[in-house]
């Protein structure tokens, strides 16, 4: 079968973010060039340029791709645990220790906030981890161990502190000492969200 524009606009798309991500994972947004990126790829700059329009576009895929595996990641994880809570602190665990991948740590913590600035940066972070929390908050209501209603802001108050956690791991001269403070703290903030079920 013939292959379609769609097919190869795919394949393209495909091609320049397979060969961005670890050269933006390893080295940083600002010491990848476009030309080294295009190069790898077996592509050209107008190919980069009529899909992405520039490497900052790229880069904004290449940020979404992984935001999704995130989310897909700690989703699968949480299914595996029998109730809320568990669930909670699965879901937990399994984002900090993304959060400290280097590629994540780079791209999504690092480069991210600066190249697509703070807004859009918290936008798509909103997109992926809120569903989750939300989702959280809903079970978590169901099964009567919420200690307050789920709503909006509920949900978007947990995010910010996730957020805030995992930047205080990220820019911490010892990551391993941050991050058993984080978790000891989140663990005191997050208790009070619970109540005892019944």
Same mark, same amino acid.
């Given at each position: ?8 606009? $795919?394949?393209? $798309?495909?091609?320049?973010? $397979? ?21 790898? &790829?077996? !592509? ?10 520039? $490497?900052?576009?790229?880069? +904004?895929?290449?940020?979404?791709? %992984? ?6 990641? %700690? ?5 595996? &645990? ?7 602190? %699965?879901? !937990? ?11 994540? !740590? ?11 600035? =703070?807004?859009? =940066?918290?936008? %798509? ?8 929390? @939300? ?17 909006? /802001?509920?949900? +978007?108050? /947990? ?5 805030? &956690? ?18 000891? @703290? ?9 109540? &005892?079920?019944?």
């Amino acid at each position: 079968m013939p292959r379609t524009q769609q097919d190869r606009s $795919k394949t393209t $798309k495909t091609a320049l973010i $397979k060969a961005a991500r670890p050269m933006f994972g390893e080295r940083g947004y600002a010491d990848v060039s476009a030309d080294e990126i295009v190069a790898a &790829a077996g !592509l050209t700059r107008g190919a980069l340029h009529h899909h992405f329009k520039d $490497k900052q576009g790229l880069f +904004r895929a290449v940020f979404e791709q %992984i935001e999704a595996e995130l989310s897909d990641e %700690i989703a699968a994880a949480m299914d595996r &645990a029998a109730d809320v809570p568990t669930r909670m602190a %699965i879901a !937990l665990q399994a984002f900090l220790d993304a959060c400290q991948r280097p590629e994540v !740590l780079r791209i999504v913590l690092q480069d991210a906030p600066t190249v697509l600035g =703070w807004e859009t =940066w918290r936008a %798509i972070e909103s997109e992926y981890g809120l569903k989750l929390i @939300n989702d959280l908050m809903k079970q978590a209501a169901s099964a009567g161990v919420l200690a307050h209603e789920p709503s909006e /802001v509920l949900a +978007r108050f /947990v995010f910010s502190l996730l957020v805030e &956690a995992v930047m205080v791991i990220a820019h911490a001269d010892d990551p391993a000492r941050a991050r058993g403070q984080v978790e000891a @703290n989140l663990g005191i903030m997050m208790s009070g969200l619970f109540s &005892a079920p019944g």
